[in-house]
């Protein structure tokens, strides 16, 4: 082994930031600060030897409040309006008194969020 590549095993010892980076459809994902890699949420360490460090990564998702966006997608029939639960997928048929009712497992029925694409 050459000294510039012990040199590099050497320094790939010492945690790197993982880097937030942006593919092709403008997704983002983790790499790898050496090799930009993709890399799952919480590695230890990359394929080509990089030990990483999330540090950066936690304190930017604790000063967020630790929360994230999910988006969820699905059919609706043609005639769904935001709010109506009758035809919302996602509803349930509950009980309020004797009588049955949709309900919105949200509980956000007068703010429906769902947003028609």
Same mark, same amino acid.
């Given at each position: 082994?050459?000294?510039? !590549? #012990?040199?590099? =095993?050497?320094?790939?010892?010492?945690?790197? =930031?993982?880097?937030?980076?942006? !593919?092709?459809?403008? =997704?983002?994902?983790? /790499? +790898?600060?050496? +090799? /930009?890699? /993709?890399?799952? #949420?919480?590695? !230890?360490? *990359?394929? +080509? @030897?990089?030990?990483?460090?999330?540090?950066?990564?936690?304190?930017? =998702?604790? %000063?967020?409040?630790?929360?994230?966006?999910?988006?969820?997608?699905?059919?609706?029939?043609?005639?769904?309006?935001?709010?109506? &639960?009758?035809? *919302?997928?996602? @509803? $349930?048929?509950?009980? %309020?008194?004797? !009588?049955?009712? $949709?309900? &919105?497992? #949200?509980?956000?029925?007068? @703010? &429906?969020?769902?947003?028609? *694409?």
């Amino acid at each position: 082994m050459q000294n510039n !590549d #012990l040199r590099a =095993e050497l320094i790939r010892q010492f945690p790197a =930031e993982v880097v937030e980076m942006r !593919d092709r459809q403008n =997704e983002a994902y983790y /790499a +790898c600060p050496t +090799c /930009a890699r /993709a890399v799952s #949420l919480g590695m !230890d360490k *990359c394929v +080509c @030897s990089q030990v990483l460090s999330w540090k950066n990564i936690q304190q930017m =998702e604790a %000063s967020e409040g630790g929360r994230r966006k999910a988006k969820l997608e699905f059919e609706v029939a043609s005639d769904f309006t935001s709010g109506n &639960c009758r035809k *919302c997928p996602i @509803s $349930y048929i509950g009980k %309020s008194g004797t !009588d049955n009712v $949709y309900e &919105c497992p #949200l509980k956000l029925r007068a @703010s &429906c969020p769902i947003k028609l *694409c």
